[in-house]
């Protein structure tokens, strides 16, 4: 079945990176995109960012230009976020999605808490 | 930035009732317009696609309509697992901030 299988928890310190990847299967992978989405903790949802995985164009939102990279790795099936210079509110669940039309598979979620 | 706007913030409600969410695009985003259901502990679920289109497998009691920059997301008569928080998201971009469905 389709699906999306992300990488363990995390703890990092202030200033640290994090690394969170997406492993997908039961579908063709570089025919949709990923899309990165991250909750903090009892906040709602925040959209990060976009890659065509057919061609690697990337659309970061605006708060995160210039501290994410969105890649893939199409020979894995993976696709990877990397998030710089961390701070204490970068805590939360980050979750991939299968794009297209909408986000229509999710990943489980990895969550990342930064703390000194 | 544009910007999306959900209301009401929480909605009180009993089973078997008929709900409405909207939401508002601060500028036109076409029909470009998806709806989430979110739970605790579980990633967000795709409900409508594309301002109306029901995701498959998503029951048929849920509906969503609208386009340029009003739209809405009815649940004909509520069911006990749709006491959950409901997200608008524009096409690639932002979310709304969520509407917590919530028991009468």
């Known amino acids: 079945q389709v699906q999306l299988v992300q990488s363990g928890a995390e703890v990092k310190k202030p200033g640290a990176s994090v690394k969170v990847s997406c492993k997908a299967s039961?579908?063709?992978?570089?025919?949709?995109?990923i899309t990165w989405v991250r909750q903090a903790p009892g906040q709602g949802l925040e959209w990060m960012g976009w890659?065509?995985?057919?061609?690697?164009?990337?659309d970061y939102a605006q708060n995160f230009q210039g501290r994410v990279t969105m890649t893939t790795d199409i020979s894995t099936s993976t696709a990877y976020m990397d998030l710089r210079s961390l701070r204490s509110d970068d805590t939360a669940v980050y979750y991939c999605?299968?794009?297209?039309?909408?986000?229509?598979?999710w990943g489980q979620g990895t969550t990342v808490t930064v703390s000194s | 930035d544009l910007q999306m706007t959900q209301s009401p913030s929480t909605l009180s409600a009993s089973v078997g009732d008929r709900v409405t969410i909207t939401c508002r695009a601060s500028q036109s985003i076409s029909s470009w317009l998806a709806w989430y259901q979110w739970k605790p502990g579980k990633a967000p679920k795709l409900l409508i696609y594309k301002a109306s289109s029901l995701e498959s497998g998503v029951p048929s009691r849920f509906s969503g309509s609208g386009s340029g920059t009003e739209f809405t997301l009815t649940i004909s008569s509520l069911q006990p697992d749709d006491f959950a928080t409901y997200y608008c998201q524009q096409y690639k971009g932002t979310f709304g901030q969520g509407t917590k469905v919530e028991i009468k």
């Open positions: 890659i065509n995985v057919h061609n690697g164009y990337t």
């Open positions: 999605a299968r794009t297209s039309y909408a986000m229509d598979v």
């Open positions: 039961g579908y063709t992978f570089s025919t949709y995109g």
